[in-house]
């Protein structure tokens, strides 16, 4: 028995419940990453050691505007996360929208912290693939 169609698509319920299994993983994933921007826009404002300050680029902003601007979408990021986990309909959307911003925020953030802003970047694209998935297979969190 097989479990695609003759489309080569898969049946509902399998495409379901992927959809289900990632949603769960992305939103326990972007509340993580909420936390980490949480903690790296603290570690920015208190103008801890841990950014360096190199070229001047384009999207140059202050080490401690970074900080807010880290620290406002982890709060963010935290509450949309903690929302789509209790079932929130309106968080799919939001879940995708803030991992927007924060792909854009890593992005222009890589030079102070390249490697850093590579693993926020691919967390992010993540949560919006499978967040996409469970909007487009209608299932229910």
Do not use: N
Not at 6 to 29: E, H
Not at 59 to 64: A, H, R
Not at 88 to 104: C, E, K, L, N
Request: proline content about 2%; aromatic content about 16%.
């Amino acid at each position: 028995m097989s479990s695609t169609t003759r489309g080569g698509g898969y049946d509902s319920p399998v495409k379901t419940a992927f959809a289900f299994s990632g949603a769960i993983f992305a939103s326990t994933l972007l509340t993580m990453v909420g936390i980490f921007q949480i903690l790296a826009g603290i570690a920015a404002i208190a103008e801890d050691k841990v950014y360096v300050e190199g070229i001047e680029y384009v999207y140059q902003f202050d080490i401690t505007t970074w900080g807010w601007i880290h620290l406002v979408l982890g709060v963010i990021a935290f509450v949309v996360g903690i929302c789509m986990l209790l079932g929130q309909t309106w968080a799919r959307v939001a879940g995708i929208v803030i991992s927007i911003v924060g792909s854009v925020a890593a992005f222009a953030f890589m030079p102070y912290y390249p490697y850093w802003s590579l693993a926020m970047l691919a967390l992010y694209i993540f949560v919006i693939w499978s967040l996409s998935q469970l909007i487009s297979s209608r299932a229910e969190l």
